[in-house]
């Protein structure tokens, strides 16, 4: 099994910056890209950022392009977002993920939670 445990979650004003941590743990063999998804109230879970293995390739949802930043350890198992610029609409259970064999995201972690106030 694969454990993922996110940090960093909290309250932050508007245009204030936060930084998600996520380390995994256990049979991390054969898994692939990291991410981070987010869930607001009454919403579906969306994806935010992903990184690949190596860390060098990222990619981002438009919403968040430009403020979001993703990285990972090169060639380990933990993963950051970093925050900036942050909006009202950022607000939401953030879940950290990370891609098994099947080059899908398979393995979620528990959400940390992040309340922008205007």
């Known amino acids: 099994q694969v454990q993922l445990v996110e940090s960093g979650g909290g309250l932050v004003q508007a245009g204030g910056s936060l930084r998600l941590s996520c380390a995994a743990s256990?049979?991390?063999?054969?898994?692939?890209?990291m991410g981070w998804f987010r869930q607001a109230p009454g919403e579906e879970r969306e994806f935010v950022a992903g990184?690949?293995?190596?860390?060098?390739?990222?990619y981002y949802a438009d919403s968040v392009k430009g403020r979001f930043t993703i990285s990972r350890d090169s060639g380990k198992y933990s993963v950051y977002l970093q925050m900036n610029n942050l909006k009202p609409e950022d607000t939401a259970i953030y879940y950290c993920?990370?891609?098994?064999?099947?080059?899908?995201?398979?393995?979620w972690g528990q959400g940390t939670q992040v309340t922008v106030s205007s």
């Open positions: 990184v690949s293995w190596s860390g060098g390739s990222n």
């Open positions: 256990g049979r991390t063999s054969s898994t692939y890209d």
């Open positions: 993920a990370l891609q098994g064999a099947t080059r899908r995201y398979d393995y």
